[in-house]
């Protein structure tokens, strides 16, 4: 069966430091993988997506950035970070090559940026 | 830009009821739409899919009906126990260039069945 990690579950973190958040699957290969935000009182809202290694899009503007340095690791990270960053990131997966199938997230991880 | 709307409101109901929740949307015509559920601190789970061209979908105690001329979906969980309190996320869904889709999620609204 398939299984996606996320870490860490929490992190608290000053203005203007770096960040890193990591996320795997298991079970499955060529995923498509995707990275969301979930602000306080707000949707979910789509950061980046990747078809393949090293293949990003980014859906909003903004100081996060995304890599995928392998078929089943996809990394978000942020240079220095924000007040505005603060929220849930939630990574999550879908079958490749298939346009309307329904996406599997991860645990999340919460970040607070003080 | 596309929006969607959920109740933003708790909807609150008495166990063995049906509950129903709404989804409008506009500026958009989805090929697809999803439910999903989220419990507090976890990510979303999916729950259902319809298609366009499918006007009802069933499992088990939950009913999606999905009207592209009135851009709604209607959300059904018969028989509502309270392990059903969740907040319950509407998505539209768009294909995107090279593979994979993407998912415009609505706020979500928050059920609680009670005893």
């Known amino acids: 069966s398939q299984t996606i990690h996320q870490w860490p579950a929490t992190l608290v973190q000053p203005v203007g430091s770096p960040l890193s958040l990591e996320c795997t699957v298991e079970g499955t290969s060529n995923p498509n993988l995707y990275w969301y935000r979930q602000a306080a009182g707000r949707g979910l809202q789509l950061l980046f997506y990747?078809?393949?290694?090293?293949?990003i899009s980014s859906e909003v503007p903004q100081n996060l950035s995304a890599s995928r340095p392998q078929d089943r690791q996809f990394i978000l990270s942020s240079k220095k970070l924000l007040l505005s960053d603060s929220g849930f990131y939630l990574c999550a997966w879908s079958v490749r090559g298939h346009s309307n199938y329904e996406q599997y997230f991860g645990p999340g991880t919460r970040l607070t940026v003080t | 830009s596309q929006k969607i709307e959920q109740n933003s409101e708790a909807l609150n109901i008495q166990e063995g009821k049906t509950a129903t929740l709404t989804c409008n949307y506009t500026?958009?015509?989805?090929?697809?739409l999803q439910w999903y559920r989220q419990d507090p601190g976890r990510g979303p789970v999916f729950l259902l899919l319809i298609r366009e061209n499918e006007k009802e979908k069933r499992k088990e105690r939950l009913k999606v009906t999905f009207d592209t001329t009135l851009k709604q979906s209607l959300f059904h969980i018969t028989a509502s126990q309270p392990a059903d309190s969740a907040t319950y996320l509407c998505?539209?869904?768009?294909?995107?260039?090279?593979?994979?889709?993407?998912?415009?999620f609505g706020t979500g609204t928050q059920l609680k069945v009670e005893l």
């Open positions: 998505a539209l869904d768009r294909v995107l260039t090279g593979g994979g889709n993407k998912l415009t």
């Open positions: 990747s078809v393949g290694i090293g293949q």
């Open positions: 500026n958009y015509s989805p090929a697809y």
